[in-house]
């Protein structure tokens, strides 16, 4: 079956520390995507990042970092001097052969100032 | 470009109603997915549009349906609400569906009484 588990329910860290959101999927799919969006208080999801199955170098756009790693099914995230406007919940997903999304159940990230 | 956007933004029913949402995606784009948002049980997959067809479907009872038109605006209905439809409902576009990147709207909060 496939699944994503976002194990951390809540992060708190104070302004400029980095945090890292982790993020393991389950698939039998040898074609997959993996995203990362963020949920700000206003609702809205907004894309982060899509990452195919065959693609694992990690990627880096400006503070925000993605470690991708199909040995160990995972997908972690990175935010790196973290700022107050980063306090969102941010979801992982996967798409899978039906091209479903299939959602974590998320983090909600605090940055204290 | 304008985003994707979801009327109304927020509805407040009665068990036993209907409503229908309504989502008009980005402006070329042909793919519409739906989306249910609750605290219990996170983000769920209801369906998805590609030119007027439902290509996919999450499990979902009947009640919740959904249909595109040919400009590709999507509309979603639910009949005899329930108590456990109240949600925050998330209606995303894209390019070509699939695996690609969706964009989502504001999304319709709403609330069943």
């Known amino acids: 079956a496939q699944k994503v588990t976002q194990a951390q329910t809540e992060i708190s860290v104070v302004e400029k520390e980095d945090v890292t959101l982790d993020c393991v999927y389950e698939t039998r799919d040898t074609t997959y995507y993996l995203f990362w969006y963020k949920q700000p208080p206003s609702g809205e999801l907004v894309f982060l990042i899509r990452r195919n199955s065959f693609d694992e170098q990690n990627e880096i756009s400006g503070r925000y970092s993605w470690n991708f790693q199909k040995s160990t099914s995972s997908f972690n995230f990175t935010i790196t001097a973290s700022q107050v406007v980063d306090s969102a919940v941010y979801f992982c997903a996967l798409s899978d052969s039906n091209y479903q999304l299939i959602w974590g159940a998320g983090t909600k990230l605090i940055i204290k100032p | 470009k304008a985003g994707v956007t979801q009327t109304p933004r927020y509805l407040i029913k009665t068990r036993g109603q209907q409503v229908t949402l309504s989502c008009s995606p980005i402006?070329?784009?042909?793919?519409v997915s739906w989306y249910q948002q609750t605290p219990g049980q996170g983000l769920q997959f209801l369906f998805e549009y590609f030119s007027e067809t439902q290509r996919n479907k999450g499990n979902f009872p009947g009640r919740f349906s959904g249909r595109q038109f040919s400009n590709s605006r999507s509309e979603m209905n639910v009949s005899t609400l329930e108590l456990g439809d109240s949600a925050l409902y998330l209606c995303?576009?894209?390019?070509?569906?699939?695996?690609?990147?969706?964009?989502f709207g504001p999304g319709t909060r709403l609330t069943v009484l």
């Open positions: 402006s070329g784009h042909r793919s």
């Open positions: 995303a576009s894209s390019l070509v569906g699939g695996g690609g990147e969706q964009f």
